[in-house]
């Protein structure tokens, strides 16, 4: 691979964050076209909201410690659960990696300058926080915040008498913000390849979120039309969800999980490709069945906009409907297995450094396994019976989206970290707190589990007295998961100041990123690069740089 | 993809980049409408008669002037692409304020065909329209929503063309960078397609 090591000695090399363009100070962010400063002004607002859903967490957490509801109100409890969900869900971890690391990263694993559309990239963040600012603006003013549950569900939302339009509002919002963020990648990824660039070639993190544009440029209108007529029905009382008006609630579940079952995959195959991009790093291996693991992640696209009927089994679908939904649930399951079975093949007789990257990764496959396997419980259709609308259904979206998505975005930290601000966290620290947050996060979610499985509903701000000691220890474990996400998050912000400097390339990775300096200069590439091997071939690597 | 598209990019504008980010624009607003179709069809599906009945209320032939006025603005939309290809650029602004006001023309149409429904009481959430049957409040509720949202779009249409005037008169759109036109022009099309399906499922389906 050509890159710019003979430049890079005789050059001074002029970091993106000195390089500041043509404004100065806070305007050289805010009007930035630079995709690496704009990731970085994402990652900066995504992580804000992200500790202000965990705090939401947290106190929803010590509200159930007993019974008896002794610390806030029902209707508290109930703006507490909408929020955290809409937060988390939307503010998070929605955009989180393709908008903070997919766009610092997209456009350099791929050899390029900048994404395809740096002008509508900026547009993207401004959509985003002007969106945000609107979900926030619900939560403050009019009479309260909404109570409905993040997924908004009619008749209720159409006559509570809180926030919803604004909240609304502000998420149709997100849509837009992400239906561009959507096109600007996949734009980038089929125009701005550099020579030898090859399909085969993409680093896997491109392939991950080359689909999860996909599905937010077909899945998200949806949600955007849908969401827009709840603000119509608010005002003008159309009636297209009304039952009195001829209207059915029904339809607007349909149309409500059309996006929100793809957006879980838009949550998670960014994930699954930092894992495929870490493990092969640190197996010093080069992938097992990269092209498996590649069009699976298209696959898990595809089959994944076709199942959201199971997240309606007992709200009244016909037989035939519901036994489709479900046989194409099961479906889904392949290839995500494909990817696991692939991570762990790779893994399999390779020369393994147990990083704090690596750990995140296992601990991916781990929680993200044991969410997979819950899953396909609650994705038959007997059981589903049983566990539709109790604690099972939360502990088994949280293994999956915190504990896939979450790690996958911790593994994507403490990987990209030396790239993006040229410094190295203390390694000891990263994996006390991997530690920590891995127990916690199991006595939490897996207590919810089992509450769920005991018949706990979700949503009550109260509970019956059997179910004191699982709620005790669930209470107990998301402490501890605190302690750890507080441990890891100040090892990082102290990394961020004080860490030694990081070497170019720290964990002696072959793909582009970590072939320019430590933090990349604005422009990336001193001269585009030409690529002649695969990003995963430690041997061609190792031999000729 | 051509493997040195790359180096062709050092410097130089993407034409076909702009073109393919148009079309995956254009993608995510058909499946915009599409959310809105399926209500429909759902509806109408449960409520074949009283559609059938709140169908023939409408105006046909306002709905077909509409219709001809729309495809009409589509030809001189592609003309003025035409025109600018040939550097012939006053023809293509004369054919592109042809297009601007054909789009505003619909509209004005449009607005006397929702002020005469609302004269007669059809409107959301009217008590005249209450007490009809359950399916024609359907459907004169998404009959306001979809040429609503349609409507929203030729005046976003219409401001992009008036943006691409602007330009055209600067010569920032000329003979060898006119994409933005022909991505506006995609975009025109759009909502011209779109009207091509409401019309027969609103006004001729009676």
Redesign the interface.
Same mark, same amino acid.
């Given at each position: 691979m050509t890159t710019t090591g003979a430049a890079e000695s005789i050059r001074p090399r002029i970091s993106f964050y000195e390089n500041q363009g043509r404004h100065n100070g806070i305007l050289a962010w805010i009007l930035t076209q630079d995709h690496k400063r704009i990731g970085i002004l994402y990652f900066i607002f995504v992580m804000a909201f992200f500790f202000s859903g965990v705090v939401l967490g947290f106190f929803m957490r010590l509200q159930m410690i007993a019974p008896g509801g002794a610390i806030m109100k029902p209707q508290t409890y109930n703006s507490l659960f909408t929020l955290h969900g809409i937060i988390m869900i939307f503010l998070v971890v929605i955009p989180a990696i393709p908008t903070i690391f997919g766009n610092f990263f997209l456009p350099i694993q791929i050899g390029a300058r900048d994404v395809a559309f740096p002008r509508i990239n900026l547009l993207s963040w401004w959509l985003y926080i002007s969106g945000a600012a609107i979900v926030a603006l619900s939560v403050f003013t009019g009479e309260g915040p909404p109570d409905t549950g993040w997924t908004f569900y009619t008749p209720y939302s159409l006559r509570t008498t809180v926030n919803v339009p604004l909240a609304v509002f502000g998420l149709f919002i997100l849509g837009m913000s992400s239906i561009l963020t959507g096109v600007n990648f996949v734009t980038t990824t089929h125009r701005l390849r550099a020579p030898g660039m090859t399909w085969h070639r993409l680093p896997l993190f491109v392939w991950a979120i080359y689909s999860t544009s996909w599905v937010q440029i077909l899945a998200t209108p949806v949600i955007g039309v849908t969401l827009a007529l709840i603000m119509i029905e608010r005002f003008f009382g159309v009636g297209v969800f009304d039952p009195a008006k001829g209207g059915d609630p029904i339809l607007y579940q349909h149309m409500f999980w059309i996006y929100s079952h793809p957006a879980t995959y838009i949550m998670i195959l960014p994930a699954m490709g930092i894992v495929s991009d870490i493990i092969p790093v640190f197996a010093r291996k080069k992938i097992f069945g990269y092209m498996a693991i590649a069009i699976s992640g298209v696959a898990i696209a595809a089959v994944g906009s076709l199942v959201w009927g199971h997240h309606m089994f007992v709200s009244g679908q016909s037989d035939f409907a519901a036994l489709l939904f479900s046989l194409l649930t099961f479906l889904v399951a392949i290839p995500s297995a494909i990817k696991v079975f692939n991570w762990v093949a790779t893994l399999h007789k390779g020369s393994i450094v147990l990083e704090p990257p690596l750990l995140f990764c296992l601990a991916f496959i781990f929680l993200f396994s044991i969410g997979g396997l819950t899953g396909l419980i609650q994705g038959a259709l007997a059981p589903n019976v049983h566990l539709h609308d109790t604690y099972w259904i939360p502990g088994h979206f949280h293994y999956i989206i915190f504990g896939g998505m979450g790690f996958g975005l911790f593994a994507a930290f403490h990987y990209w970290f030396p790239k993006m601000f040229g410094r190295m966290y203390n390694r000891k620290m990263a994996v006390w707190a991997w530690v920590i947050m891995l127990i916690g996060f199991n006595i939490f979610y897996f207590s919810m589990l089992l509450l769920g499985w005991e018949g706990m509903p979700r949503r009550y701000y109260d509970y019956l007295p059997q179910f004191r000691t699982l709620h005790l220890t669930a209470t107990f474990g998301s402490w501890i998961l605190v302690a750890g996400l507080i441990v890891m998050f100040a090892n990082l912000f102290r990394g961020l100041f004080t860490g030694e400097k990081a070497k170019d390339n720290p964990w002696d990775a072959s793909t582009l990123e970590w072939q320019i300096p430590s933090p990349p200069p604005t422009e990336n590439f001193e001269e585009i690069p030409v690529i002649q091997r695969g990003p995963y071939d430690f041997k061609e690597f190792d031999q000729n740089g | 993809?051509d493997?040195?598209?790359? *180096?062709a %990019?050092?410097g130089q504008r993407?034409a076909?980049?702009?073109r393919?980010?148009m079309w995956? *624009?254009i !993608?995510?607003?058909i !499946?915009? *409408?599409?959310? !809105?179709f399926?209500?429909y069809s759902? =509806?109408r599906y449960? #409520?074949p008669v009283d559609f059938h009945h709140a169908s023939r209320e409408l105006d046909v032939i306002l709905g077909t002037l509409n219709t001809i006025i729309l495809l009409t603005s589509s030809l001189s939309m592609a003309a003025s692409i035409a025109a600018i290809q040939r550097s012939q650029r006053k023809l293509s602004m004369v054919l592109l304020i042809a297009t601007m006001a054909l789009g505003l023309f619909f509209l004005v149409n449009k607005g006397f065909e929702w002020g005469a429904k609302m004269e007669h009481g059809i409107y959301? #959430?009217a008590p005249t329209l %209450?007490a009809r049957?359950?399916?024609e409040?359907?459907f004169f509720? %998404?009959y =306001?929503?979809m040429t609503g949202?349609h409507g929203l779009h030729v005046l976003v249409g219409v401001c992009v063309l008036l943006v691409m005037l602007i330009l055209l008169s600067k010569g920032k759109v000329r003979s060898t960078h006119f994409t933005p036109l022909e991505n506006s022009g995609l975009y025109w099309h759009l909502v011209d397609i779109i009207w091509i399906f409401l019309y027969p499922l609103f006004y001729l389906i009676s």
């Open positions: - | 993809m493997e040195t598209t790359a *180096f %990019l050092e993407d076909t980049g702009a393919l980010g995956l *624009f !993608l995510s607003e !499946l915009l *409408f599409g959310g !809105l399926i209500l759902a =509806y449960k #409520n959301p #959430n %209450l049957a359950k399916g409040i359907l509720g %998404l =306001y929503v949202l």
